[in-house]
Structure formats: structure tokens, C-alpha cells
């Protein structure tokens, strides 16, 4: 197909956080005490447990942000033309790979695996009279008749997927397996053994386990989800795995962008006031206490508005209704990211204190080196561990923030999908009796897993990174 790529600020953002966390890979493999530090959380289990998960939720949101415009057919009675055009909708890879999740709208509610509405319609009898009945779902379990059997079908479809998920588990212990058999004595059979009985130089047994669970869960998705709605549907009949699926990208976006964007404030400001201390250091201690002293969430609220009307004035800056969507949820990001870095501005001003009496800085000042010089080489690099543990730390902290703005009302666009829009939508059907409860649950399982393995590797990275602060 001819599909148009779209290229939104967000995309390129993502794209170049790839590239230069693949470039902090290479550097780290070839620097001695950070390889080391790595090592030491991938001798975690729980760390190498999350960091698969992390994969996964990363992948997701990566197929999220290639995106396109299809073409439109022609008319009716209309040639060909030669320059195509396009549709206004915008869609991601993901879209195309969930396109029955997307496509397959109900009418309204439906609960998981469900095969009628949740609510109760009014229906014309075929010989006279009316009737209040739970209507059949249009998509979801349209294959069964009424007389078969919901459990039976289910279980039949799943038959094969722990065969799948063992399959692709001996495929990941073959990849793993490969490079220690060429190190190491027995071969390739030997290498599996070890990898398998936990004597390997990292938690390869937890990642094989992990990769089980999430290998079974995804052939259980493909096998149901074409004919099911494995989650339910919400009040205008979306798909709820689909909208949670989409949200991920979401999550991943504000956690990472905006971080990036509250480093440099971060760094260069506590370093500045750390290193140079008199005015330089109160005027930054000053800037961040006023920052402090201003509510949070009124803060926000006020840039979020004033963005908001900017974004409304200007209508022809957006050529589609999801670049508009992408530049509020930028802003979000830098928002956010300009309202919180006085934490870690605070920490880096107090490590810096403390660096720049210690004699290797002190001797570096009586041999006549340049303030930059000794910022580059003796500060910077000592307080990057500092850094990377508050990064990994401040991204569950921010993913929770966009559920609580968004609940709010100043979060994300309201065209775009997220946890926290999911959570607002979610929190009028808990008044409903019964109550509709999927939303609101499938929201809080997918945020939760997500912030839950972001902690759990931070722990590790904090223990690594800095021994002496560990438990």
C-alpha cells in the first residue's frame, strides 16, 4: 500500500532517545567501571525481570511512533489521480497490527469475553410486543452459537499456546546460550545448563521465566483477541486492550521526554551553584525555592491553559487532528520537565559541595585548570550516578503524574489515549449498578506493571551506581 509517512515531534524525539541510549550502551560496554556497575544488576533477577517487561512496554511504544496517512480511494465516477490523497487520520504500526482491535467497535459496554451488551435495550418482538433483552455483540464471540460452550471454545483456542511460548523461550536460551559456548568447555548443551540451573554470569534463568510469562500472554492475546474482547469494551464500544495498548506510548513519552528536558535545568544549575557557591548560589537556591513554594498542579494548570489557547488561536499550525494532539502532549512534557527539577538540582548543588573540597579537585585548581576543565572531568562525571538513578526513579513518579493531570482535566489532549484519559472516562461508570469495573482495572494493571518494573530496576541501578546509599 501506498501509505504516507507522517513524522510527528514526538517521533523524532523518540527516535533520538534510541539512538543515543544505543550510544550509551557502546560506551558503557567500553568503560570498565560502568560495565561493572551494569553487571551488578544484571546479577538481580528482579532487575532482569523488569527490564524484559520494560522491553516489551518499549517495543510497544516504538511501533506506536512509526506512523502514516493511508490513501483515499477515488470517488465514485472519478479517475485515478495522479497525485493520491491521503486521509486525515493518522495511524501507527500498531494500529495496522491491532487493526481488529480497532476496527471491531461495539455499541456500547461489554465485559471481558462477554458475548452480549452490557446494558439492557428495548427490542421489538418478531410476532407483537417488546422485550428487555442483552442484545449480541456485533464482533465479540459472533462465531458461537447460543447453545455452545464459552469455557470450551476458550480452552480450545489456548491448546497451543504454551507450545508457542516454549518454543520461543528455547529460542531465547539458544540465543543466549550461543556466546558461552564458544567461552566455555562442554559446548553449547553445557552453556544451557548453566544458564539454566542460575550459574550464569547474570540472571539469565529470570529472563527466560519473564520471557515465558510474556511469550504465553501474547499467544493468548493473538488466539483470543480476534474473536473476543479479551478486556471488554468501553462506553462507546473501543476495544479496552486496545486502548490500553496505545497508552503505553503515552506513558513512555511523558516518563522519558520529560526527564530529558528536566536534565540540563538540573545539572547545570546545581553544578553551577555547588561548584561556585556566593551569588551564583543563591540565586539558584532562590529560584527553586519560589519554584517550590508555587503549587505544583496550579502551575501546570496555568501553562497547560495558556498553551491551550495558543494551540486554539492558531489552527493552521496542524495540518491533522493528531499533530495538534502531539504538540499539547510536547508541551505537556516540557512543562512538566521545567516544574520539576529543583529535587535533583537540590541533590546535585549538595554532592558538588562536597566534591569540590576533596583534594584530586583542589590540586586540579593549584595546577591552573580552567573552572570548565574541572566541571568536564572531576564534578560531571561523579555525579552521574546521582543522575541516572533519579532519571530511572523520576519516570514511574511522572508516568503517575499524566494519570492524575489528565483525571484533572489539564493532561493530554483529549483525542489522545492514555492511562490517565482511560482513568477519567473510567471513574463516572463506577457510579453504575452494576458496576462497569474493566476500564478502570485494565488502566490500573497496565500502569501498574509498568511503574512496578521501572522501580524495581531503579533499585538495582541505585545499588549498583551507588553502593554506599544502598540497603
Known amino acids: 500500500m501506498n501509505v504516507q509517512p507522517v ?3 514526538t517521533d523524532l524525539l523518540v527516535f533520538a532517545l534510541i539512538l543515543v541510549a544505543l550510544a550509551l550502551a557502546v560506551r558503557a560496554r567500553n568503560h570498565a567501571p560502568s560495565r561493572d556497575a551494569w553487571r551488578r544488576v544484571g546479577r538481580r533477577p528482579a532487575a532482569m525481570g523488569a527490564a524484559v517487561i520494560l522491553l516489551v512496554f518499549a517495543v510497544i511504544g516504538f511501533l506506536d511512533s512509526l506512523h502514516y496517512r493511508e490513501p483515499l480511494p ?4 472519478e479517475a485515478a489521480a495522479a497525485q493520491p490523497r491521503y486521509s486525515a487520520e493518522v495511524l501507527s504500526v500498531l494500529d495496522a497490527l491491532l487493526a481488529p482491535l480497532r476496527l471491531q467497535t461495539e455499541k456500547t459496554y461489554s465485559a471481558p469475553f462477554a458475548r452480549q451488551l452490557f446494558q439492557r435495550e428495548t427490542i421489538e418482538q418478531p410476532g407483537g410486543g417488546q422485550a428487555r433483552i442483552h442484545p449480541r455483540l456485533v464482533y465479540g464471540a459472533r462465531h458461537l452459537q447460543p447453545e455452545d460452550s464459552l469455557l470450551a471454545d476458550i480452552a480450545r483456542r489456548l491448546a497451543w499456546t504454551p507450545l508457542v511460548a516454549l518454543a520461543a523461550s528455547g529460542l531465547l536460551l539458544l540465543a543466549l546460550a550461543a556466546p558461552g559456548a564458544r567461552r566455555h568447555p562442554g559446548g553449547l548443551r553445557a552453556a544451557m545448563r548453566r544458564i539454566l540451573s542460575g550459574r550464569g554470569t547474570l540472571a539469565w534463568r529470570a529472563v527466560l521465566v519473564v520471557a515465558f510469562l ?9 488466539a483470543l483477541a480476534p474473536h473476543y474482547h479479551i478486556l471488554g469494551t468501553d462506553k462507546v464500544g473501543q476495544d479496552v486492550l486496545y486502548l490500553s495498548l ?3 506510548r503515552t506513558g513512555l513519552v511523558i516518563g522519558t521526554l520529560t526527564t530529558l528536558i528536566m536534565l540540563p535545568f538540573a545539572i547545570s544549575l546545581g553544578i553551577a551553584a555547588g561548584y561556585m557557591g556566593g551569588w551564583v548560589d543563591d540565586a539558584v537556591q532562590y529560584l527553586y525555592t519560589v519554584l517550590n513554594a508555587i503549587p505544583s498542579v496550579l502551575l501546570i494548570a496555568a501553562s497547560v491553559l495558556m498553551m491551550q489557547v495558543a494551540i486554539d488561536t492558531h489552527p493552521q499550525w496542524f495540518d491533522t487532528a493528531a499533530q495538534r494532539a502531539d504538540a499539547r502532549l510536547l508541551a505537556l512534557c516540557a512543562i512538566l520537565g521545567i516544574t520539576s527539577w529543583t529535587g535533583l538540582c537540590r ?7 562536597k566534591l569540590r573540597e576533596l583534594d584530586y579537585v583542589q590540586a586540579a585548581r593549584a595546577f591552573g585548570a580552567s573552572t570548565a576543565a574541572i566541571l568536564q572531568r572531576h564534578i560531571l562525571p ?19 503524574a499524566e494519570a492524575v493531570l489528565s483525571y484533572v482535566g489539564i493532561g493530554v489532549d483529549p483525542g489522545t489515549i492514555s492511562f490517565g484519559s482511560m482513568i477519567n472516562m473510567a471513574r463516572t461508570e463506577l457510579a453504575r449498578e452494576p458496576i462497569v469495573w474493566w476500564s478502570l482495572t485494565s488502566a490500573f494493571i497496565f500502569m501498574f506493571v509498568l511503574v512496578l518494573s521501572a522501580n524495581l530496576l531503579a533499585d538495582a541501578v541505585r545499588d549498583a551506581f551507588d553502593p554506599g546509599g544502598g540497603r
Request: glycine share 8%; charged share 10%; hydrophobic share 65%.
Open 7 to 9: 513524522l510527528l515531534l
Open 246 to 248: 496505545k497508552s503505553v
Open 214 to 222: 510474556l511469550a504465553l500472554l501474547i499467544a493468548a492475546g493473538i
Open 347 to 353: 541533590l546535585l548543588r549538595g554532592e558538588t559541595l
Open 74 to 77: 477515488p470517488a465514485p465516477g
Open 382 to 400: 561523579n555525579v552521574m550516578h546521582i543522575v541516572l538513578i533519579n532519571v530511572v526513579l523520576d519516570f514511574s513518579g511522572l508516568v503517575l
